[in-house]
């Protein structure tokens, strides 16, 4: 497990996500590094996805349309048991910042086709290595050596656990199966740290 895998600061993530647009399929790749940061998705179960995952149509009560369809964003992203590390199924929320990243991409698009894989190269859906990649030469052209696919879902558990999260809640958000999984992100966090000392 890539654990550890650099955190980016905001001010690094907003870079990111500047950087990745500018780049081929800009849109999408935008959502691939929300995948991993707000929904703290692997990024092989990012490139595991289609867009019936994160969609559905609506008869009523639609979150957007594309040529006069009308498509709601899940609330959560089931994952089967292929695409997840450790082959258990899971689910993941979809937080509302993140559901709007979601209507953003979708709603731009001049037709979408349910059963279409989210992240397409030019032979077919990409790896998961591919777009692991990508993601790390797209972070070192902005100098954040250290940093990988893997370091969205350590900034999504850091995150979360800094603001106080229950650590069985943020296993159970993140699909760990065992706690400590989950605590290897919780060691040695900076903030803690200085928090804890700070109480004596």
Known sequence: MAKHARVLTDAEFDALVTHVEDKRNGARNRLVVYLTHYAGMRIGEVTGLAHKDLI????????FYV????????PQIQLRKRAV???????????????AEIIAYFSKLKRIVLDAALCMGYKGPMSNK????????WMQD???????SHSGRRRFVTNLLERGT???????LVGHRHLT???LYADCLPNSMVEAVNTL
């Open 166 to 172: 229950n650590i069985r809640t943020v296993q159970q």
């Open 56 to 63: 559905g149509r609506a008869f009523e009560n639609a979150d």
């Open 130 to 137: 591919t777009m692991a990649l990508l993601l790390r030469g």
């Open 85 to 99: 590390k450790g082959k258990h199924a899971r689910s993941v929320i979809i937080s509302q910042r993140m559901r």
């Open 67 to 74: 040529d006069n369809v009308g498509y709601v964003v899940h």
């Open 181 to 183: 999984t989950t605590q």
């Open 142 to 148: 902005l100098g954040l050596y250290g940093a990988s």
